[in-house]
């Protein structure tokens, strides 16, 4: 599969990423684009209406079990992943994790706990912040509980955006113990006047929670590579700037999806050499703050 395939695939779904590729050089960016085409391949397949969907995703599944099995020959994406993989050193068990949310998400969805959200958020998302940290050659031995925050903060920005649309398609991410009386995936998707605030006080905890993750991560970030750290410090901003748009916005959530411009995204890469500054004077990045990982524990990447 041609490398500029995955660049457009980058430009024409991850608007935020590829914004953030941009800064990494040819090489790098090259690798996280061809990451993200698989994690796009996988994701569009879950999200779907293919009536083998579900047997596809098992087989991927299990083609990154046993790199023998007849589907990384006969599946182009998996194949181009499974070389990027042992090119980059990426940890397969991290995407048997992010094999095994996609396929959690063949089911009607209704988490119940803070504790349920944030394993689909590693499963999802988290583990590919673990990848990304291989094919930017980090090397350092503390960076990947950071790179699992960043995915985790990026997931929870995900699903306060997406709450209605995947309502609609009976998923409720937001914990059923954040709520009074917890909504169904159904009530929610209706949009009704009477749950617009139950609905947008969770979001507005979600993207609380996620602040902490993105400040964790940006801490993390300078075990980076230096050549990579201003490009993820952008994603990072660029993310971010979805849950604060959601905020000042009031958190309409039935108002459809907040997206950021490019004048945004300019003035955030512009913000972000500030990010990268200051951090040169560091002679050590702090420990990693364990109470971020206490619900994650046995998951990829987590001691």
């Not at 999200?47 to 589907?71: W, Y």
């Not at 960043?150 to 306060?160: F, K, P, S, W």
């Not at 512009?270 to 524990?297: C, F, N, Q, R, Y």
Request: with cysteine; hydrophobic share 45%; aromatic share 6%.
């Amino acid at each position: 599969m041609q490398n500029s395939q995955a660049k457009q695939v980058l430009a024409r779904n991850g608007k935020s990423f590829y914004w953030a590729s941009l800064f990494l050089g040819s090489e790098l960016a090259d690798r996280a684009a061809r990451l993200y085409q698989f994690c796009r391949f996988v994701d569009d397949l879950a999200d779907g209406d293919l009536p083998d969907r579900l047997d596809s995703l098992e087989d991927i599944r299990a083609g990154l079990t046993d790199p023998k099995h007849p589907a990384v020959a006969t599946i182009p994406e998996l194949k181009a992943f499974v070389a990027l993989a042992t090119e980059a050193n990426i940890p397969l068990k991290a995407a048997g994790e992010l094999l095994d949310g996609m396929l959690r998400d063949q089911h009607p969805t209704a988490l119940q706990t803070e504790a349920e959200l944030l394993r689909y958020c590693h499963a999802v998302a988290g583990t590919v912040g673990l990848m990304m940290c291989r094919v930017l050659n980090c090397q350092h031995a503390h960076a990947d509980a950071f790179a699992i925050d960043l995915g985790v903060a990026m997931q929870l920005t995900n699903i306060a955006r997406d709450v209605l649309e995947d309502a609609k398609m009976d998923r409720r991410y937001l914990p059923a113990n954040w709520f009074d009386t917890p909504l169904s995936p159904a009530t929610i998707a209706e949009a009704a006047n009477d749950s617009h605030l139950p609905v947008a006080a969770a979001i507005n905890e979600l993207l609380e929670l996620a602040n902490q993750y993105y400040a964790s991560a940006l801490i993390g970030i300078h075990l980076l590579p230096w050549r990579s750290r201003f490009s993820i410090i952008v994603a990072l901003r660029v993310y971010g700037q979805i849950g604060h748009k959601l905020k000042r916005s009031g958190l309409q959530w039935w108002c459809g999806r907040t997206v950021v411009n490019k004048l945004t995204k300019a003035r955030l890469s512009i913000t972000s050499l500030i990010d990268l500054l200051s951090g040169l004077g560091w002679k050590k990045v702090p420990e990693h703050k364990a109470s971020l990982h206490i619900h994650l524990k046995g998951l990829a990447g987590v001691e």
